[in-house]
């Protein structure tokens, strides 16, 4: 069994910060593809930006120059940093990875819980 659990959510004033964390845990070889995504209320769920594990990155044209994606592989662990926030960053964060549990193993699509991110003044 393959955990990722975020961290870092919360309620930030227009043009703040915020810093997400996703740790991945369980039974892991490797994880190559890792990914931040978001649903606002009423909207479908959206890619925000993705790293390989070599860290070749990419973003959604509405965060590029705001928000920044990282991960420590040897802690299994993906960052988001948020700079310049606006409420239409107002969303349900994601994490996302493709991990392999065996060496033999195929990769797997595994999902957070998801951690809630409002900007609001």
């Known amino acids: 069994q393959v955990q990722l659990v975020e961290s870092g959510g919360g309620l930030v004033q227009p043009g703040g910060s915020l810093r997400l964390s996703c740790t991945a845990s369980?039974?892991?070889?490797?994880?190559?593809?890792m990914g931040w995504y978001r649903q606002a209320p009423g909207k479908e769920r959206e890619l925000v930006a993705t790293?390989?594990?070599?860290?070749?990155?990419n973003y959604a044209d509405s965060v590029k120059g705001r928000f920044t994606i990282s991960r420590d592989n040897a802690k299994n662990t993906l960052y988001l940093q948020m700079n310049s926030l606006k409420p239409e960053d107002t969303a349900v964060y994601y994490c996302?990875?493709?991990?392999?549990?065996?060496?033999?193993?195929?990769?797997?699509?595994?999902w957070g819980q998801g951690t809630l991110v409002t900007v609001s003044s």
């Open positions: 996302n990875a493709n991990v392999r549990r065996r060496w033999y193993d195929r990769d797997l699509g595994v």
């Open positions: 790293i390989t594990s070599g860290g070749s990155t």
């Open positions: 369980g039974t892991i070889f490797s994880i190559d593809f």
